[in-house]
C-alpha cells in the first residue's frame, strides 16, 4: 500500500501533494506536525479504520514506531480514503483488503455501498448476507471491460455449507484457493460442468494424466491467436504457478487455468509477468467496446518499461470503485432502468467519478512517467 501511496504522491504534481497537506492539516489537531492516536481517532468518527491496530500499522509501516503519524506516514490513509479501498465485511474480520476479495455483484450496481469480503471469509462462509452471487475482483473488473456476464464464475456464496517465478509459490496457492471456490460452488450446475470438462479434454495430457512443460507450451502456442492473454502465459514461467507439485500439472492445476483463462485475469504489458496485486489499466482501452485491454505492473508503470499510446491509467481497485460509482450514480438517475441492463451501459464517464486527486495525480503520472507515454 505505501509503495502504491508514494507512487501518487510522488509522481502526482503540486495539485496532489497540496491535498495531501491540506488532509494531514485536518487531522492533525494541535498543528505540530505528527499525528497523534487522539487526533486519528477523532477523525476517524467511524468505520473499520477506527481502531488504535491501524494507527500503529500505518506508524510502523514506515519504521517510526508509535509516536504519532508525519507527512509520509500518512500518505497511505489518504490514498486509502480517496480511491475507496475496501475492508472485508465478514464475521470479526473487518481487515483491509490488499490483494484478492470478492465482491456482490448486486451490491455493486445498486447499493449506497459495496460488500466485499476477503478470500479467507470467503472461503470458509464467515460471512451474513441478503445476496447471492458473488465475484472476485479480477473478474468483476474484466466483465465491467468486456460488458459481458460471466456465469461459469458467478459464485453462490450465501448459499454454501460450511467446509473446513518470483513469488510463484505465493501465487500458485492464492489462485488454486481462488479456483477451487469457484469449481465447487458450481458442482450442482451441470452446464457450468459441461463447460469445464470440455476445457480440460482440450488439454494435451500424458498418459500418466500429467500435462509436460512442452505439451503445454505447444498447446498455448496454438491458442495465441484466439485470445490474447494465451501469448503471455506460454511461459514455462507460468507453467511454475499453475504447477503445484512440480510434477507437471494435475487435474486441479488445469482448473485453475481455466479461471484464469474464462476471468480474463491480466498479465503486464511490460514485464509480461501475471499480475497477482495491484495493477494500473488504461482508461482508454478499458471504456473501448472490443478493444483488449493495456495492463502494466507498478514496476513497469513506474520505470516507464512499456510502449502505449494512450494517456489515463488507473490502479485495479480505484477503477472498480468509479465502476460502482457511476454504476449508482445512473441507477439513481434513472431507477426504472433494469438492473439485468446496467452492465451494458457505456462507462464514458468513468473518468469523470474518479476521485479528483486521484484523476489529477493519474494524468501527471501519465506525463511525467515516459517520453512518449502517459499514465493515470
Avoid at 18 to 30: G, K, N, Q
Avoid at 254 to 274: A, E, I, K, M
Wanted: hydrophobic letters at 35%.
Amino acid at each position: 500500500m505505501a509503495p502504491l501511496a508514494e507512487m501518487y504522491y510522488e509522481l502526482g504534481g503540486e495539485d496532489v501533494r497540496e491535498s495531501a497537506t491540506e488532509f494531514l492539516e485536518s487531522i492533525d489537531v494541535d498543528g505540530d506536525g505528527r499525528v497523534s492516536l487522539t487526533d486519528y481517532l477523532s477523525f476517524m468518527d467511524e468505520g473499520p479504520l477506527r481502531h488504535q491496530k491501524w494507527f500503529n500499522a500505518l506508524a510502523e509501516g514506515a519504521g517510526r514506531g508509535r509516536d504519532g503519524l508525519g507527512p509520509r506516514d500518512v500518505r497511505p490513509l489518504y490514498y486509502m480514503l480517496k480511491s475507496g479501498r475496501p475492508f472485508c465485511m465478514g464475521l470479526g474480520c473487518q481487515n483491509f483488503v490488499g490483494g484478492v476479495y470478492f465482491t456482490c455483484v448486486n451490491c455493486f450496481h445498486g447499493s449506497p455501498s459495496s460488500f466485499s469480503v476477503c478470500l479467507q471469509c470467503y472461503e470458509s462462509n464467515r460471512f451474513r448476507h441478503e445476496h447471492t452471487k458473488f465475484l472476485d475482483n479480477f473478474a468483476l473488473l474484466e466483465a465491467k471491460r468486456t460488458k459481458l456476464k460471466i456465469p461459469a464464475l458467478t459464485s453462490t456464496a450465501a448459499n454454501r455449507e460450511n467446509s473446513g517465478c518470483e513469488g510463484a509459490e505465493t501465487i500458485r496457492s492464492e489462485l488454486h484457493r481462488i479456483a477451487m471456490v469457484y469449481y465447487r460452488s458450481k458442482l450442482d450446475d451441470q452446464q457450468a460442468q459441461i463447460k469445464i470438462k470440455k476445457f480440460v479434454n482440450s488439454i494435451p495430457f500424458g498418459r500418466d494424466r500429467r500435462v509436460a512443460l512442452h505439451d503445454f507450451l505447444e498447446f498455448m502456442d496454438k491458442k495465441c491467436d484466439n485470445n490474447q492473454n494465451f501469448k503471455y502465459m506460454n511461459t514455462p514461467c507460468f507453467f511454475k504457478i499453475l504447477d503445484r507439485d512440480k510434477q507437471g500439472l494435475d487435474l486441479v492445476d488445469v482448473r485453475t487455468l481455466y479461471y484464469v483463462v474464462q476471468s480474463g485475469r491480466p498479465f503486464c504489458r511490460g514485464c509480461r509477468d501475471f499480475l497477482a496485486g495491484t495493477f494500473f489499466t488504461c482508461v482508454t482501452c478499458f471504456e473501448r467496446s472490443g478493444q483488449s485491454s493495456f495492463c502494466l505492473c507498478p514496476s513497469c508503470l513506474r520505470d516507464n518499461k512499456f510502449s502505449h499510446d494512450h494517456h489515463l491509467f488507473l490502479d485495479n481497485y480505484a477503477m472498480l470503485q468509479a465502476i460502482s460509482k457511476r454504476s449508482r450514480r445512473a441507477r439513481k438517475a434513472a431507477p426504472q432502468v433494469n438492473r439485468e441492463n446496467d452492465a451494458n451501459r457505456p462507462l464514458g464517464s468513468i473518468v469523470d467519478t474518479v476521485n479528483p486527486i486521484l484523476r489529477i495525480a493519474a494524468e501527471i503520472v501519465s506525463l511525467s512517467a515516459a517520453g512518449g507515454c502517459v499514465i493515470m
